[in-house]
């Protein structure tokens, strides 16, 4: 498991096994987001098997996939008060943590967002579904 922090209470990183979620409990966290819709690959552990193990585990746990075609989709709402929240240490998931890093862009204000874009791509993250989101929602 590779973790990516955007900041003191944020982290992403891509596909979790249910091995790892005890290794989450112990580096810290409270919160356990998985942006990935069931069955995106063959293999991958199903939602219901990440709730329960996170539950196990004593992690809050919540479930907002999310695809490219239709970022963010009806995901932000929820996320932005998860990300926003400073009492918790909240890492998200999806395929690689592109997705959640983007939603994790979307839940800052404007210009923290643009700076923090600029910092995420640095760290390898493409933060392109965020950037198209602001320039649709400029035209509209």
């Known amino acids: 498991m590779r973790l990516i922090n955007l900041s003191d209470k944020v982290s992403v990183s891509g596909q979790i096994n249910l091995d790892d979620v005890s290794e989450i409990v112990e580096l810290g966290f409270d919160v356990l987001i998985n942006n990935r819709p069931d ?24 479930y907002y996939p999310v695809i490219s075609l239709n970022f963010p989709g009806d995901v932000l709402q929820h996320t932005n008060v998860l990300f926003n929240d400073s009492t918790v240490k909240t890492l998200a998931f999806c395929r690689s943590g592109t ?39 400029a035209r509209g």
């Not at 193990?53 to 919540?62: I, Q």
């Not at 700076?115 to 390898?124: C, D, I, K, P, Y």
């Open 39 to 62: 069955f995106e690959v063959v293999g991958q552990p199903i939602n219901s098997e990440n709730a329960e193990e996170a539950v196990r585990c004593g992690l809050r746990y919540y």
């Open 99 to 137: 997705r959640s890093a983007n939603l994790w862009l979307a839940s800052q204000d404007h210009e923290a967002s643009l700076v923090a874009a600029q910092e995420v791509s640095r760290l390898g993250i493409d933060p392109s579904m965020f950037l198209n989101m602001l320039r649709h929602s």
